[in-house]
């Protein structure tokens, strides 16, 4: 087994030299961040395509071309010759382009300035392409490209992102169509345009190929998709398809506790034996615990998303009784340590999640827990909490929501901490939360987590007021 190394912090790269092979590879696969590349021309529908798949993934989007137009539009700005490789190296390293959402949009700035819009003006194809004809400046740029996408899943799009900037990614899409077509697309996004201008804008991206050429292959190992005859759906519902066929690759390949991650998923062993192990426990929750449930007519039929507030370790099995149906786990690994818990664990389908390995593998194997149609809990507070109010949550679990589509149901756990009187203990159920067609952009994360870690802090607080006599 491969030692692994420890991660590159960002901010300790030097932005000045290329960034060694070795540093790209962090320990096992599955305790670094998936990759994904999305090469292809200009008008080739790859942008749009890259965009939408990491918001379908919730995958960090790392436009790559942004960062040669963003140099481009500060070298006319400043008045730096386009042709003058050692002063716009030097500008690249002064100047790091930063990209990301902000409040829903996409934003590119360089300098302190937001050119998301300048920069997609046309004298900046132009611009942008005679950059990043040079090797000095590539060296510098591709090196920034890879801080942004190293610490966390990440889609990139480019021209090179396959075969230069990430080539160990864990997939690569070539996206590719005919010049005529690419014309076509181009000259619609620049107003509608008579067939000369066509003609015109075919000739321009003719040049621009040429140019870019040295820069723009394939990868050997790329999966080639041809949009020529394509919606922009279609193409991104094939990439979305070949990266979920990939990462069930990649999950296959996985081992943790002795199983394969795969075994995690499925555990049919474990889960023959559920119904027998609800029959035999439920005495020590509903006469042991005196469990009581509140809002369970509201939990929809199909699989959902629980979240909950965590103060026990036999929370899952508050959840689980009243609604009487197989909710799945993520949870230490060490939970499994202990036999007779480890049998009820695997009864209901757990699945650890390794420590220092960041939640990672865990996530990955509960969304394909959800994709299977099962139901999955997660405590997003992350670790019992047993004092005062409910702990921050982390975002993991509304990504998963909205990322598959299942309903968030909120629940409240309350008389589950010794100082809330245990042995007697009541679950509330919440008002569901659909995300479904929702993008799961950053901005949407965030607002989804707070939007549902409300309704679990206010069933909480009602479950308190209601014991507080
Ligand atoms: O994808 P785009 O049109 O925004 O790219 C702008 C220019 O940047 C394009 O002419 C080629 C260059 N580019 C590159 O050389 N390598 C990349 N990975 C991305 C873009």
Redesign the pocket.
Known sequence: MPTPTAPVKPEAMDLSRPVKRDELSQGERWTRALTITV?GP?GSG??TIARLLAESLGFNYV???????AL?WLALERGIPLDDGARLRGLAIAQPTVLGYEADRWVVRIAGVDVTDA?REPR???A??K???HDGV?DV??AR?RQLSLDRDSV??????GT??RPDADLKVFITADLEERARRRAGQQDELGTEQTTNVAAALAE?DA??AK??GAANDAVIVDTTNMGIDEGVQLALRTWLERRRELLDGERTQGRTAREWIDNEAGLANFDKTLKRTRPIWEKGFRLKAVGTERVPDGPCLFIANHASMWDPAFLITPLNRVIRYMGKAELAENRYVKNMADAIGFFPVRRGAGDRVALHIGEEVLRRGDSLGVFPEGTRVYEGRLARPRQGAARLALVTGVPIVPVAIYGNRWSESLFRVTVAFGRPHSFEGQRATPDNIRRATTEVWADVQELWDALRADRAF
């Open positions: 090469d200009a790859k942008s436009e790559t071309g942004a960062t040669y137009r481009g920069i900046i194809d132009d942008a392409s950059v990043a004809s590539r740029l591709v490209q990139l799009d480019g021209r090179d992102c230069v900037v621009r140019r870019d820069q723009s």
